[in-house]
């Protein structure tokens, strides 16, 4: 199934990048690193049920460069995750610290199961497993793994407990994204979001009522919650938010707090679709609403050929991973709606998982605001980085970001 010579990564960024190359942007030799990763793990570990039943788990780990430093990305739990998957978002998180200058390469994992299927001791199993197979390829200078989808901060605590029982070593930075007691950092779980509200904070620093600026987010997970109530404690007017059920939108400003609270607030996580202090709308309408700010926070590829002609937010800010569709991109640039790329916009997340690196390896503990201002410094010395160079170069802001990635990665 899979061709030993070359692994299929994220088709949008490939065609993005032999796009910019095919424009003299970046020379053969940046497209040559980019084409195969460094290292490729695969494995079927059995782990014994509460049942007493065998259970044979299929893993991966990518590591796809490591020309600044070791490996640097997340394990995901998900039926779907195959080597292609993996491959491709290794492939984008050795663009993404490189742009934020991080002495990291890209990596990535993941474990095709669906952890609802399995018990809290199973999940333990199928962690420490994990890390029992691909242990040697792991450590604080090789290869640091981190949270993704469907893994938490306990399932990072179970992995690090594993790595120390195999090596014998005592040693934190081996994974990030721990709880606080276990070594974890001040400000990781907002972090994703917190990195994009302080570009939007760069943006538009030059308008003093807030107020003026409609937003509209599509999703209200982690990332989508955090950044509505952010930009909403700012002064910012947030219209509409969504959730996979519904969008809600109110053209005078939700009420963040009171919608934050139905949600989050009971015993159990509640839908949208039940919220009835604001209009229910599609998230396709959310989507195509006239406000000066539209924040993708939750699927990829939900701005299309099929409805780009009816965006009209004056500013998307990608923070989600790969909202918007190649082709749907070229008529964005020809309607001179900026988009700020995803590669930047939610950069946040790896920057922070860096400083619990950096902490572990010091022996030390920053405050939430140092934590916050180095985010604050590197995310915004990056996003000038990016429009200076688009700007020199008439470039959009994704390619300059892409072509600053590559030649970082290239060490040009």
Known sequence: MY??????VCKKSKLEIQNIFNQGIIDRDDLKILKHPRRILCANYPIIKDNGEQEII????????????????????????????????????????????LP???????????????????????????????????????????????????????????????????????????????????????????????????????I??????KVAIQGFGNAGSVMANLLQAEGYTVVAVSDSSTAIYNERGLDIEDVFNYVYGGDKKQRLIGYSNAKQISNEELLELDVDILVPAALGGVIT?????????????????????????????????????DLLANAGGVIVSYFEWDQNLKEEHWSLEDVNNKLKDRIITAYKKVLEVAGKESLSLRKAAYKIAIQKINKK
């Open 58 to 101: 299929t893993a991966f780990r990518v590591l796809y460069n490591n020309n600044l430093g070791p490996g640097k990305g997340g394990i995901r739990f998900h039926p779907s995750v195959d080597l292609d998957e993996v491959s491709e978002l290794a492939f984008i998180m050795s663009l993404k610290t490189a742009l934020v200058d």
């Open 208 to 213: 003093q009522d807030k107020l003026k600026l």
């Open 3 to 8: 061709s030993k010579d070359e692994i299929v």
């Open 305 to 341: 050929i099929q409805n780009v002609k009816n965006i009209k937010a004056k500013n998307i800010l990608e923070l989600a991973n790969g909202p918007i569709t190649v082709e749907a991109e070229h008529v964005l640039e020809e309607k001179n709606i900026q988009v700020i790329p």
């Open 104 to 206: 990291f390469g890209g990596a990535k994992g993941g474990i095709r199961i669906d952890p609802k299927e399995f018990s809290k001791t199973e999940l333990e199993k199928i962690s420490r497993g994990y890390v029992r197979e691909f242990c040697k390829y792991f450590g604080p200078q090789i290869d640091v793994p981190a949270p993704d989808v469907n893994t938490t901060p306990e399932i990072m605590g179970w992995m690090i407990d594993e790595y120390n029982k195999i090596t014998g070593e005592n040693t934190k930075a081996f994974i990030t994204g721990k709880t606080i007691e276990n070594g974890g950092s001040e400000g990781r779980d907002k972090s994703t979001a917190m990195g994009g509200f302080y570009i939007l904070q760069e943006e538009y620093k030059e």
